[in-house]
């Protein structure tokens, strides 16, 4: 199926690992012109080797996405070498883990300053020139914590929750200029940060990562944690031209892990 994005500039905040990495590749291998960010050089040049070898169009950018002023250089600088921003994947690093009763007003500042207030900038940029052009697509990486909140994950739960909720009033403000907005939520998909998460898991419970691996592919119906490239694939897709008609959805990609319907 061919998606009809080839050319079209995407600007795929914190991309250097994990899903953001994932969702560089994929939108780099159905033609679009990539803006790889993150804040180390090294890790940048990795991803776009990557994308350039398999013949994709990219540009590694600096970006801090918790500082004001490096998303402005860094979408500036996109714009200024590739062109206009079409497609914005928001994503970021996530806070840390914290159970209910041990946080703090100041966690909670924390959480909606990492997870909403950088991801707001970013629209806030690329949002105007994507309705003059009648064409845009805003997609961000969430967490099934949105949906059903863990009890050591309640910052992203907070944090997400209020960026979701932003997202889909944006979706109902912007529809009719050809932008849609939408947010994949992702269960356990094997990332550094899943990898890590494991390990806090084993030494609070005295298991070894294994062990809290295997625990939670147990509980998830395919029986297995997801491929990073299962999400990229999804996010390729809702910036598809096929996808103009999906906006202001959360799509989950858990393995039917998550107990609603």
């Known amino acids: 199926m061919d998606l009809q994005i080839s050319g079209k500039v995407a600007f795929v905040a914190a991309s250097t690992s994990g899903l953001g990495r ?8 159905e033609g679009a012109h990539v803006c790889v960010t993150g804040r180390t050089a090294k890790a940048r040049e990795e991803v776009v080797k990557q994308i350039r070898e398999a013949g994709g169009v990219v540009l590694e950018v600096p970006l801090d996405v918790e500082d004001a002023t490096s998303i402005e250089q860094a979408i500036s600088t996109c714009e200024r070498e590739l062109g206009p ?11 840390k883990p914290a159970s209910p009763s041990t946080i703090t007003s100041e966690d909670v500042a924390g959480a909606a300053a990492r997870l ?31 949906v059903t909140p ?28 050809g932008v849609t907005v939408n947010v994949v ?37 395919v029986k297995r944690l997801g491929d990073p490239a299962e999400l990229g694939a999804a996010v390729a897709f809702l910036a598809s031209q096929q996808a103009a008609y999906i906006t202001g959805t959360a799509v989950r990609l858990d393995g039917g892990a998550t107990p609603v319907l």
């Open 185 to 221: 939520h992702p269960g356990r998909i094997l990332t550094p940060r899943i990898d890590q998460l494991d390990q806090d898991a084993a030494a609070r419970e005295g298991v070894s990562a294994a062990d809290v691996r295997e625990r939670f592919e147990q509980n998830i119906p």
């Open 116 to 146: 909403i207030e950088p991801h707001v900038r970013m629209v806030n940029r690329v949002l105007p020139a994507m309705r003059e052009r009648g064409w845009g697509r805003i997609i961000a990486i969430g967490s099934t914590a949105v």
């Open 22 to 29: 994932a969702s560089a590749v994929a939108l780099a291998a």
């Open 85 to 95: 921003v079409s497609i914005l994947v928001l994503n970021g690093p996530g806070p």
């Open 150 to 177: 863990s009890q050591q994950l309640v910052l992203s739960t907070i944090g997400r929750q209020g960026l979701a909720g932003y997202l889909k009033a944006l979706s109902q403000e912007v529809g009719g200029d």
